[in-house]
Structure formats: C-alpha cells, structure tokens
C-alpha cells in the first residue's frame, strides 16, 4: 500500500498531465490512456470501455453491496476569456490553472488516489468502484450512463465535483423544452392582430411568473428560465411561429415526467416537448452512512443546483469533491494544491470510516 504523501506528490503530476491533454467530451481518448498509465503503474487490473476506464477493488467479492467512485476526466471547450494557456498546467501562488482543473481534475485524481490507496484492503464493508468517465459535460452516449451495464451493479456512490468537499446531498435535475408560439405570418406594412412576437410576451411572461407548488427543505424551488428566443428571417415579414427553449432545474419533490405533464397542460405555449426526461435530481438520506460520517468529519450539508453524473444513477449518490463550483467552466480556471491534499485526506478518512 502507498503511502499518502507519494499518493498525493503522484495525483498532483497526474492532474498536470491530464490538464495538458485536450479532452474534449467525445474526445477523451488520449487522458484516458494517461489514466490507463496510472492503473498500471499501480499494478491495479482495469477495463477500458470506449473512453471509460474502471476497475474494482482487490478483494471484490460478489454479493457485497458496491459503493462507485466516480468522477470525468473531459472538459468543456475554453471560453474567449482565458489569459493563460489553458492547456498549460501553471503553478503560481498555490495554485494549479489549467482547463479542468478544478471541473472535475482535482476531484478524479484524488478519487484516484484515495481507490489506490484502498485497493488491497481486505474485508471492506463494501466493493469499491472506481470509474474515470467520459463525456460528463455533454451528457453523452458514452459516459458514465454507458457503463451502468457492464460494471457491478452499485448500492451507493460518490460523484467527484467541486463542493468544497462539503457534501452535496442533493442535486438538481434537468429538463430542457421546445416551445413554439404561433400566429398569423404576413407583410408587415399590413395591420396583424396575430402577431406571432407579440402573442409570445404573455407566454413569456406566464413562464417567469410561475410557480411550481412543491419546495424542497435542501434543493429549494424547482427553476424555470427561458434561455433562448428566435423568430423572424426579414425585416418586412411578420413570422408564423416564436421558437422558444426553457431550462427547467428540477428538485427531489418531482420526477422531470411530472414536470413535463405540468407543462404540457399549463403553459400557454402553442406546443411545447421535452428533449429528454433522463437527468433526474438525486440524492441520498442525511441517515446514510456516508453522509453520517462526513457529517463526523465537520463536513457541512447542502443541495446542489448544478448537473452532474448523478442524473444517470437510480441509487443514492452523494457529490464530493476538492475545489469550488463557481470556479467551472471560468476563465483561467484553477483549484489550489492545498484543497487536492486535502481533498485525498478527506476522502480516504470518510471511505475508511464506512469501509472498515
């Protein structure tokens, strides 16, 4: 078994590795066999599915309940902002800057590194999974929801993203619409009183003045939020339909079928369709063991507004990691050495606390 400050020095030359690896969702191929280098070199047995890459405690034993280790290693694409190399891994005044840093580097290498240090231990209270996943910022095919069929089957996990390694004991889900608002196309020098546009501002309106009635104690309101709006292609033409996309955040006292049925007979929108229904909210009992033990630790409760893996999963799941939220998809985005060393601490003493 390494110790905990090789572990550390190891998962730190890992994250500057990966930062300064494009891996772009769908396009992860080359961290993943960074990734791959670091199983090895342990001397840990893994699978390689697509750009997934997974392996399972030393002494598995079938029949265990199994608790994932999750976390992404792709990354969304550099926003127009950045002044640093953003595929430059730069160390400066305690911090490490890079793309994915912080979303979700800091969270998978000390995942890692605390699996890696857990791996040989015999009789745990659980089988550990570890999966390093693909295509979290995208939602894609081919991420952590492609591998809930090939690996054991998990009672519980830990989802890897910045929480100040508080921990996240809900988290929103998503639920994205189209709408269409219709009228009367025709000339514009012709009187209209079907305006398309202008029968769009009740709609709009009703979407930012509605109230969902269930409130949740840790997830709050569910939040409904017109994010885009496009009508017309010339200036003399009024438009036969308003295209509209509302982004609904939904919390753990709806299920996103619930929400769309809502929509569907409420809203005053002409037609409106849900893209998908998949990226439920999750959460997992404050009696949980998990949660239990961090709670020991000092460690503070809360709901999470952003999306993560842990729409995919139907078990509990609990989101923890090193590094802060408001820091994704940032420009010059970084995480500080010293929140990754304690990140690894934090997330060993809680596994041993559960574990052992």
């Keep these: ?67 994932l280790l999750n976390s992404h290693h792709d990354t969304v694409k550099p926003n127009s902002g950045y002044t640093k190399d953003p595929f430059e891994a730069i160390e400066e005044d305690g911090k490490l800057y890079g793309l994915g840093s912080n979303d979700a580097g800091g969270a998978l290498v000390s995942l890692i590194a605390a699996f890696t240090y857990l791996y040989d231990k015999k009789k745990l209270k659980f089988n550990l999974i570890i999966v390093a996943s693909a295509e979290e910022e995208s939602s894609g095919q081919n991420g952590l929801n492609s591998m809930l069929d090939v690996i054991p089957k998990i009672d519980v996990a830990i989802i890897g993203e910045p929480t100040l390694m508080n921990l996240a004991i809900a988290e929103k889900g998503l639920v994205v619409f189209d709408a269409k608002v219709k009228g009367t196309p025709g000339h514009a020098a012709h009187p209209n009183s079907d305006n398309a546009i202008y029968n769009s501002i009740p709609v709009l309106k009703w979407f930012q003045e509605y109230k969902f009635e269930r409130k949740s104690s840790v997830l709050g309101d569910v939040k409904m939020t017109v994010t885009q709006i496009s009508a017309g292609k010339q200036h003399n033409a009024v438009p036969a339909e308003v295209d509209l996309v509302i982004d609904v955040r939904v919390n753990d006292n709806y299920t996103n079928k619930e929400i769309a049925d809502i929509l569907e007979q409420k809203s005053p929108c002409s037609s409106i369709k849900a893209r998908s229904l998949r990226l439920n909210s999750s959460s997992i009992p404050q009696s949980h063991p998990l949660v239990e033990a961090g709670i020991a630790m000092g460690r503070k409760t809360y709901g999470s507004p952003t999306l993560s893996d842990q729409a995919v999963l139907t078990c509990p799941s609990l989101k923890l990691g090193p590094g802060d939220s408001t820091r994704s998809h940032t420009a010059d985005e970084f995480i500080y050495f010293d929140e990754i060393k304690e990140g690894i601490s934090l997330y060993i003493d809680l596994l041993e606390r559960v574990l052992l």
Excluded at 3 to 25: C, G, H, N, R, W
């Design 1 to 67: 078994m390494m110790k905990q400050e090789k572990l550390k020095d190891k998962a730190m030359v890992l994250l500057k590795s990966l930062i300064e690896t494009p891996s772009f969702s769908s396009e992860e191929e080359h961290t993943a066999t960074i990734i791959e280098n670091w199983f090895t070199e342990s001397e840990i047995p893994f699978t390689r599915t697509n750009n997934n890459v997974w392996a399972t405690n030393k002494y598995f034993v079938e029949g265990k309940p199994c608790l």
